[in-house]
């Protein structure tokens, strides 16, 4: 993920308290950074070590591979991402099965739809039904339920903040949690704005995946997320001369929407990542991500916990 850009064009009405329907981040709203690079060289604290990868987390979880672990099984949660920012899951929800309805404090959660039909309903929204391709933005606050409709099971990748408790209504008995107890209460403020500035849904497939189009706009950005839409044509493959860049103080992880994404991760060969795969690049390390000369477009969902993050490349050799 390099240069941050808003291309977000407006595709639909943002959904509001009495209507339902989706638009991207805002054409030129303005970046809370006086500039696209900083002016001069500088030193940055790189690790001297590898940061390591403590499970669940892996460099590259394939989808076949989770899918394959969880053959037979309709409800389940496959744990992907853990870091002290975020977290992420895979998570299948059987068909006709219904969540608790439930809202998270300070924070959004948002999922992708990999498989499957489910039917979303958020308070303040009308409901809609997200199929594959669907990214879902629900704002801190506001209850919500999704429902599997149809035949088989639904499976999303689901993104939260990291350690995130779930809030429930009084009708709803919430699930135990070890070393809390769920108090009756009153609280203010109330919910976030919904249709601000991030959109509650995107239809990748209808809106973003238009011929060979390419985007790079935003999803989801606020104080604690930051992640982008980024299609692309088919790339060669730069030379591992070319490290990328490293991030300082978080981890950035990656879900490929479309096509084939190219890696090339410190400590880590070369590998190419496919649709519903998830890739973590941890802190501190070097990576690159591009996209496949194999695929004829590819699109990549990066997440991570700070707009806008910094990036560090190696500067230009002399003469560059």
Same mark, same amino acid.
């Given at each position: 993920m390099k240069a941050i850009v808003y291309l977000g064009a407006a595709v639909a009405a943002l959904l509001t308290a009495t209507s339902a329907a989706a638009q991207f981040m805002p054409q030129n709203e303005p970046m809370p950074v006086s500039a696209p690079k900083m002016p001069e060289q500088f030193w940055s604290p790189k690790p001297t070590t590898s940061t390591p990868y403590v499970g669940p987390n892996k460099v590259h979880w394939k989808l076949k591979e989770i899918l394959a672990a969880h053959r037979g099984q309709?409800?389940?949660?496959?744990?992907?991402?853990?870091?002290?920012?975020?977290?992420?899951?895979?998570?299948?929800?059987?068909?006709?099965?219904?969540?608790?309805?439930?809202?998270?404090?300070?924070?959004?959660?948002?999922?992708?739809?990999?498989?499957?039909?489910?039917?979303?309903?958020?308070?303040?929204?009308?409901?809609?039904?997200?199929?594959?391709?669907?990214?879902? *933005?629900?704002?801190?606050?506001?209850?919500?339920?999704?429902?599997? #409709? %149809? $035949? /088989?099971?639904?499976?999303?990748?689901? =993104?939260?903040?990291?350690?995130?408790?779930?809030?429930?209504?009084?009708?709803?008995?919430?699930?135990?949690?070890?070393?809390?107890?769920?108090?009756?209460?009153?609280?203010?403020?109330?919910?976030?704005?919904?249709?601000?500035? *991030?959109?509650?849904?995107?239809?990748?497939?209808?809106?973003?995946? #238009? %011929? $060979? /189009?390419?985007?790079?706009?935003?999803? =989801?950005?606020?104080?604690?997320?930051?992640?982008?839409?980024?299609?692309?044509?088919?790339?060669?493959?730069?030379?591992?001369?070319?490290?990328?860049?490293f991030h300082v103080d978080w981890t950035e992880f990656w879900f490929i929407m479309e096509g084939k994404i190219g890696y090339q991760i410190e400590g880590f060969p070369y590998f190419e990542a496919d649709q519903g795969d998830v890739v973590t690049a941890v802190q501190g390390r070097w990576h690159r991500a591009g996209n496949s000369p194999l695929a004829p477009m590819s699109t990549r969902i990066p997440f991570n916990p700070r707009p806008p993050i910094l990036h560090n490349f190696e500067p230009p050799a002399a003469g560059q």
């Open positions: 309709t409800d389940w949660v496959q744990p992907l991402v853990r870091n002290p920012e975020q977290e992420a899951d895979y998570i299948s929800l059987g068909a006709g099965k219904k969540t608790k309805a439930k809202m998270y404090a300070d924070d959004r959660v948002v999922w992708i739809v990999q498989d499957g039909e489910m039917k979303v309903t958020i308070a303040g929204a009308e409901p809609f039904t997200a199929t594959k391709g669907f990214m879902v *933005n629900v704002p801190f606050r506001h209850v919500y339920t999704i429902e599997t #409709v %149809g $035949d /088989k099971p639904s499976l999303r990748f689901e =993104v939260r903040q990291a350690h995130a408790l779930p809030l429930y209504p009084l009708s709803e008995t919430p699930d135990a949690v070890p070393g809390r107890t769920y108090m009756k209460v009153t609280g203010q403020p109330g919910p976030a704005n919904i249709g601000t500035s *991030n959109p509650l849904y995107v239809d990748f497939w209808k809106q973003i995946a #238009v %011929g $060979d /189009k390419t985007y790079g706009g935003k999803f =989801v950005w606020d104080d604690h997320w930051t992640s982008n839409i980024l299609r692309g044509k088919a790339a060669p493959v730069p030379p591992a001369s070319n490290l990328g860049h």
